[in-house]
């Protein structure tokens, strides 16, 4: 069983920044792809892929929503990924899940939470106007 320990997040005015850890046990094949989806409040309302890594390359990936904004990167020894959240809009407000799934089958814009392997207990991000 994947378990996760993440942190980061919180309350910043819009145009400000924030970075998320999280650190992943419980796996052991390279292939797969740590990173975060988010849900955003209200009704209707998708999950949404935001980033992931893949840990065997450390290649990057990005939902459009996000490009040149956020910023994900990882300490391999320790299965430890940081997403850092620069220029920060109120739409970007939501409860960011860290999540793992095999990278070919990683979900990068809408999407549904079956749509990842496993996910932590998600840390909430508010961004004020």
């Known amino acids: 069983e994947v378990q996760f320990v993440e942190s980061g997040g919180g309350l910043v005015q819009a145009g400000g920044s924030l970075r998320l850890s999280c650190a992943a046990s419980?796996?052991?094949?390279?292939?797969?792809?740590i990173g975060w989806f988010r849900q955003a409040p209200g009704p209707g309302k998708d999950p949404e892929g935001v980033?992931?890594?893949?840990?065997?390359?450390?290649?990057?990936y990005y939902a459009t929503s996000v490009k040149g904004r956020f910023t994900i990167s990882s300490e391999r020894a320790e299965n430890t990924v940081f997403l850092q959240m620069n220029s920060l809009r109120p739409e970007d407000t939501a409860v960011y899940y860290c999540?793992?799934?095999?990278?070919?089958?990683?979900?990068?814009?809408?999407?549904?939470?079956?749509?990842?392997?496993?996910w932590g207990q998600g840390t909430q991000v508010t961004v004020s106007s």
């Open positions: 999540a793992i799934q095999t990278i070919t089958e990683w979900v990068l814009g809408p999407a549904s939470r079956t749509d990842f392997g496993s």
């Open positions: 419980g796996f052991d094949d390279d292939d797969y792809a």
């Open positions: 980033s992931c890594i893949r840990l065997s390359d450390g290649s990057t």
